[in-house]
């Protein structure tokens, strides 16, 4: 109201204590953590989904490999990568931060696109029935291994082990 001009003379919301009389406290997350896995575990985890054959092994591995969210690899266009540079760039639309993101490639990414490429579609991963991978599809692979974490806790790895070991 002081702000807007509605209101004359000192601001009572910068006297100490009346603020937080009337406003809620701030609520903090309530629906917990993602489970993860812990990092030095992920290597030998890696093992077990590269063998098996299946489009959403891979694209978990992908999602590993870049640290990115399960939303950004599913809707991945080949439009947005670069295998010469091994850059990928995720469009500001597609990203939660609404910023452009850029992805450098390891080696293996790079090869993992390279044995999706052949299929000629827009995706990077494509459902075997047309169009990009089912959201689902890394969960009930999880699911299907006994493994008791997210997809999305395979970023808390990688943000542990960034702050642990390098």
């Not at 080949?78 to 540079?85: G, I, Q, S, T, Y």
Request: glycine share 8%.
């Amino acid at each position: 109201a002081k702000a807007r001009g509605y209101r004359e003379g000192e601001n009572p919301a910068r006297w100490r204590g009346h603020i937080a009389q009337i406003l809620p406290a701030r609520s903090r997350l309530t629906r917990g953590h993602h489970k993860a896995m812990a990092y030095d575990a992920i290597p030998a985890f890696v093992c077990a989904i590269r063998a098996r054959e299946a489009m959403a092994a891979l694209a978990l591995e992908f999602v590993i490999l870049t640290a990115t969210r399960t939303s950004e690899v599913l809707g991945a266009t080949w439009a947005e990568v670069d295998l010469d540079k091994a850059i990928w760039t995720v469009p500001a639309s597609r990203m939660k931060a609404g910023k452009e993101h850029r992805v450098p490639l390891s080696a293996r990414a790079v090869e993992i696109l390279k044995s999706t490429q052949g299929l000629r579609k827009e995706w990077l991963f494509p459902a075997s029935k047309g169009g990009s991978l089912s959201g689902m599809a890394m969960s009930m692979l999880l699911r299907r291994m006994n493994v008791d974490v997210t997809v999305h806790g395979f970023r808390s790895g990688f943000r542990d082990w960034s702050a642990e070991c390098t």
